[in-house]
């Protein structure tokens, strides 16, 4: 049983533009909303991640916005860069690391 | 820099034969994870152990057992290879305690069954 839904599978950007990748969970137990970012022949590295007490996390180019009562939750790269293309995985915890996945969206930034 | 080591990067197996999927972490973590990667579904998690000879089932454990007799080493075994297993297997640990902390994956042990 799939509890966190992620969309799109694919999606292409121009760079400079903006990339929105969207989340939506179902368990309102989660706690801990992380962003995996995996290059091909590499296990998936911490991009950015956020607790349910916040809206909003901005590191550099990368945010995620949380948006509770909905129980959504996006991130968005600004200005995107050949080299974030990549695969992302949003994902969901409620204890102790582990992590409920969603899908994957693969990322193509092109020049 | 941390470093979570999987045995092998690439495997083919026969059908029906016992396999052994090897990961080490140098972080001294409690937690440690076995999921499988498969293109549209993700990572689902296979078996978890939060400390030495404890296991938890997750969420796609049949056909799977897993030992942990040392705290950095955590190993994934397939009883009896099918070609259904063949997938990309992701390792993960992470640090003890009440938080949620970051995961740190190894770089995939990628099996095809034959």
């Known amino acids: 049983q799939q509890q966190v839904k992620q969309s799109p599978q694919s999606l292409i950007v121009q760079k400079g533009g903006i990339s929105i990748i969207n989340c939506a969970y179902e368990?309102?137990?989660?706690?801990?909303f992380p962003w995996y970012q995996q290059f091909p022949g590499k296990g998936p590295a911490l991009l950015i991640a956020?607790?349910?007490?916040?809206s909003e996390k901005k590191e550099g180019r990368f945010t995620i916005s949380f948006n509770k009562s909905a129980k959504q939750f996006s991130l968005h790269i600004m200005d995107s860069q050949p080299g974030d293309s990549a695969t992302y995985f949003c994902?969901?915890?409620?204890?102790?690391?582990?992590?409920?996945f969603g899908q994957g969206t693969e990322l193509s930034v092109k020049p | 820099d941390v470093k979570v080591t999987q045995s092998s990067r690439y495997l083919v197996k026969r059908t029906g034969e016992k396999v052994f999927l090897e990961c080490v972490q140098d972080?001294?973590?409690?937690?440690m994870f076995w999921y499988r990667q498969d293109p549209g579904l993700g990572l689902r998690l296979i078996y978890f152990?939060?400390?030495?000879?404890?296991?938890e089932k997750g969420d796609i454990p049949e056909g799977y057992s897993v030992s942990r007799e040392k705290k950095e080493r955590f190993s994934l075994i397939l009883e009896s290879a099918s070609t259904n297993q063949t997938s990309m297997y992701l390792c993960?640990?992470?640090?003890?305690?009440?938080?949620?902390?970051?995961?740190?994956f190894g770089q995939g042990t990628r099996l095809t069954v034959v």
């Open positions: 993960a640990s992470t640090a003890g305690g009440r938080l949620n902390t970051e995961a740190f």
């Open positions: 368990n309102t137990a989660f706690d801990y």
């Open positions: 956020i607790r349910p007490d916040v």
């Open positions: 994902a969901a915890s409620i204890r102790r690391g582990k992590l409920i």
């Open positions: 972080m001294d973590h409690e937690n």
């Open positions: 152990s939060y400390d030495v000879k404890m296991k």
